[in-house]
Every structure is written in structure tokens, then in C-alpha cells.
């Protein structure tokens, strides 16, 4: 069981503004069908405040599980804050089908 662990930063420059955000995730499985992912990203707007404020905090944890047969379902909770939401809070629950036709390498996988 390998933890994948990432970084990743965009910077965004225009004469009038620009963004910069930075973005760390961690994806981690608990054994073949359930996995735990988390991360976290900050955006800072620069030069031109929106609504006052000139950041974006959001976090993010979600459990995926592999039910069989191409279907999988997953859940997953939200909480920040960005300068259009004093505070932001989402839960997230999915069912999904994976296509093998679209994927060829899932059925290695199964």
C-alpha cells in the first residue's frame, strides 16, 4: 500500500491581476477497494481584492470504494473559505460506472 502524495502551483499573470494557487494532495488506499484521499488548496488573488477579501482556503477528504463489476461509489466532504462565501461547505456522495470500451486498462485492473 503506497501513499501517492503531489504538489502542484499555477501562477497566473495579467497587467490588471493575476492568481497565484497552490494545491498538495495525498491518496491513500486502505487495501484494493477503498481509498482515502485529502487536499488542500489556497488561492491568493493579487492586486484587486474581490468582496473585500483576497484569498481561497478549501480543504477536501473523500473515501472512494471499487463495488465490482465497473461500478464504484464515493463520498466526499468539502470546507473553506473564498471571497465570494464567508465560509463554503459541501458533501458530495456519487455512483459510477466505469466503461471498459473507454478504458482498456481497467479490465487489467478487475
Known amino acids: 500500500r503506497k501513499a501517492n502524495v503531489g504538489l502542484d502551483a499555477r501562477f ?22 477503498i481509498k482515502l484521499s485529502g487536499d488542500i488548496d489556497w488561492a491568493l488573488v493579487q492586486r484587486t481584492p474581490i468582496n473585500g477579501g483576497d484569498d481561497s482556503v478549501i480543504g477536501t477528504a473523500s473515501v472512494s470504494y471499487l463495488i465490482g463489476s465497473g461500478w464504484n461509489a464515493m463520498l466526499s466532504g468539502s470546507v473553506g473559505t473564498t471571497p465570494f462565501f464567508q465560509a463554503r461547505y459541501s458533501l458530495t ?9 473507454l478504458n482498456p486498462s481497467a479490465k487489467a485492473t478487475r
Open 12 to 33: 497566473l499573470f495579467v497587467p490588471v491581476n493575476g492568481v497565484i494557487d497552490l494545491r498538495a494532495w495525498v491518496v491513500y488506499p486502505l487495501n484494493p477497494k
Open 93 to 101: 456522495a456519487r455512483i459510477g460506472y466505469d466503461f471498459p470500451f
